[in-house]
C-alpha cells in the first residue's frame, strides 16, 4: 500500500521537474523575446515559478519560513511589474524612423524641392 508521504514525495518531486522545465522555458523567453512587454510577461512569470519552486521545496523539506519567503517574493514581483508597467506606458507609442541609405536619402530630398518647384503660384 502507498503511504501519504510516498504520494506526498513523488508528486512534490514531479513538481520540480515541470517547475524547472517552465523555469527553463521562461528564461528563454526572457532573453529571446521579440519585444518588450513579451520580456516584461515572460519575468512576471519568472516570479510565479520561482514562488511555486518555494513552496514545493517548503513542503518537501517541511521548513515553513519558505512559505514567508514565497510570499514576500509575490508581493516584490507584483511591485516588479507594476513598475514595469508603467515604464512600458511612459514610452508611448513614439517609433523611432526607418533607417535609410544616403542614396534614398538624396532621391527624396530632390523629389520634395522638384514638388516645390513645381507647384508655383497661379495668377
Do not use: E, Q
Request: glycine share 8%; hydrophobic share 55%; no cysteine.
Amino acid at each position: 500500500m502507498i503511504t501519504p508521504a510516498a504520494i506526498v514525495a513523488a508528486a512534490s518531486s514531479a513538481a520540480l521537474i515541470i517547475l524547472g522545465l517552465a523555469l527553463i522555458l521562461t528564461v528563454w523567453r526572457v532573453v529571446a523575446g521579440p519585444t518588450l512587454p513579451d520580456r516584461i510577461l515572460a519575468l512576471d512569470m519568472l516570479t510565479g515559478i520561482s514562488i511555486g519552486l518555494i513552496a514545493v521545496i517548503a513542503v518537501k523539506t517541511g521548513f515553513s519560513l519558505y512559505i514567508d519567503i514565497a510570499i514576500s517574493l509575490g508581493l516584490v514581483g507584483f511591485l516588479a511589474t507594476v513598475a514595469f508597467a508603467r515604464f512600458v506606458l511612459s514610452r508611448g507609442n513614439i517609433k523611432s524612423p526607418a533607417p535609410t541609405s544616403p542614396a534614398k536619402a538624396n532621391s527624396s530630398a530632390k523629389a520634395s524641392a522638384k514638388k516645390r518647384h513645381a507647384g508655383g503660384k497661379k495668377r
